[in-house]
Nanobody, 123 residues
Framework: QLQLAESGGGLVQSGGSLRLSCAAS????????IGWFRQAPGKGREGVSC????????HYADSVKGRFTISKDSAKNIMYLQMDSLKPDDTATYYC????????????????WGQGTHVTVSS
């Protein structure tokens, strides 16, 4: 059974860092284009970052470009999102998911996702 499990969320001060992890089971991460999207309280979903199955292509939302880095460890079957210089606007639940296709990393591009991990950035 295909499952995704996010971890690494928590409370951090503005300017701090967190690293989110997404562990996959039931399939190999390298077989899919994958990524992260988030949803803040009372707001719609926002695509954050995506990486192609080969790892050669990445996409970042303008709001996180230069601050977040997506990566994956194929041997461990885990995807990461390194989040630096965090801002209160980054407060949201973060979800990792499989992409239906590798495009602009829009929320509608995701076809399957985990339960999410919550990130709170205090000012």
């Amino acid at each position: 059974q295909l499952q995704l499990a996010e971890s690494g969320g928590g409370l951090v001060q503005s300017g701090g860092s967190l690293r989110l992890s997404c562990a996959a089971s039931g399939y190999t991460l390298d077989a899919y284009d994958i990524g992260w999207f988030r949803q803040a309280p009372g707001k719609g979903r926002e695509g954050v970052s995506c990486i192609s199955r080969s790892g050669s292509s990445t996409h970042y939302a303008d709001s996180v470009k230069g601050r977040f880095t997506i990566s994956k460890d194929s041997a461990k079957n885990i995807m990461y999102l390194q989040m630096d210089s965090l801002k209160p606007d980054d407060t949201a639940t973060y979800y990792c998911g499989l992409l239906l296709f590798f495009g602009q990393c829009a929320p509608g591009d995701f076809g399957h996702w985990g339960q999410g991990t919550h990130v709170t950035v205090s000012s």
